[in-house]
């Protein structure tokens, strides 16, 4: 098996545990730098702070599949080149994933030697620039400087309340609940000890900084479902 140089990071998106398993294993004894994600979500907030040159992607993910990710990351004019992996032989299916921004595909199952192969040869096409600054109306967020910006006036975010900004930058144009958010930026597993209170509270925190100052709302509350992040239809 060919080695890769030990500066290239693979993000793996994969739910299956014993394939993500596999996969990680295979590719680090390659020589990459392996993350993994058992989800869309945790892969985007995974994607903004570890910066990976390459990401591994399987489109049957739960909740958010991997062609919405695929799309997301697309349309925000992130270049990262991306594999997708399959069951699905359905010529289609695999049109659609390219004409969405793909770079290879693989159908499963798989060989890792194969997989391997097929990155080194993504890399040699040398693509994988990232825009890291992002914009809904007069919102800037910068991620490599952690910076938001509103009008070109600066916002003093704390950290959790910049991870949450991200989070819902993500979701943009979607509803998050407050579930979601105790899961992919609390990391609380566990709802035996809700956090919904803690969670009201940055939002409220980070709408008086993002929105209150300014006539165009961004960041609303869906009553009894949760909050999204965008530009009102009203």
């Known amino acids: 098996m060919g080695t890769a140089p030990s500066s290239h990071r693979v993000l793996v998106v994969e739910d299956e545990q014993k394939i993500s398993d596999a996969i990680?294993?295979?590719?680090?004894a390659a020589g990459y730098e392996v993350t993994t994600a058992p989800t869309s979500e945790e892969a985007f907030f995974?994607?903004?702070n570890l910066k990976p040159d390459l990401i591994v992607l399987d489109l049957g993910l739960p909740r958010r599949s991997g062609m919405e990710l695929l799309q997301q990351i697309r349309n925000m004019s992130i270049q990262i080149p991306v594999l997708i992996l399959t069951s699905n032989s359905s010529i289609e299916d695999r049109v659609a994933a390219l004409d969405?921004?793909?770079d290879d595909f693989l159908l499963k199952p798989f060989s890792i030697p194969e997989l391997s192969a097929r990155l080194r040869a993504i890399l040699r096409r040398g693509k994988a620039t990232t825009l890291t600054e992002f914009k809904l109306?007069?919102?800037?967020?910068?991620?490599?400087?952690?910076?938001?910006?509103?009008?070109?006036?600066?916002?003093?975010?704390?950290m959790r309340e910049f991870d949450l900004l991200v989070y819902l930058f993500q979701n943009r144009g979607r509803t998050v609940s407050r579930e979601m958010?105790?899961?992919?930026?609390?990391n609380e597993t566990s709802r035996?000890?809700?956090i919904d209170n803690v969670i009201?509270?940055?939002?409220?925190?980070?709408r008086r900084?993002?929105?209150?100052?300014?006539?165009?709302?961004?960041?609303?509350t869906v009553r009894g479902v949760g909050f999204i992040l965008g530009e009102s239809s009203e």
Not at 24 to 28: D, S
Not at 181 to 186: I, K, M, N, P, T
């Open 100 to 102: 969405a921004g793909a």
């Open 200 to 206: 009201d509270v940055q939002i409220t925190r980070l």
């Open 181 to 186: 958010l105790a899961r992919d930026v609390w």
């Open 137 to 158: 109306a007069d919102l800037q967020v910068n991620l490599d400087t952690r910076t938001a910006f509103r009008a070109g006036i600066s916002l003093q975010l704390t």
């Open 46 to 48: 995974i994607l903004h």
């Open 192 to 194: 035996f000890t809700p």
């Open 209 to 220: 900084k993002l929105d209150d100052p300014y006539p165009q709302k961004l960041l609303r």
């Open 24 to 28: 990680a294993e295979g590719l680090r």
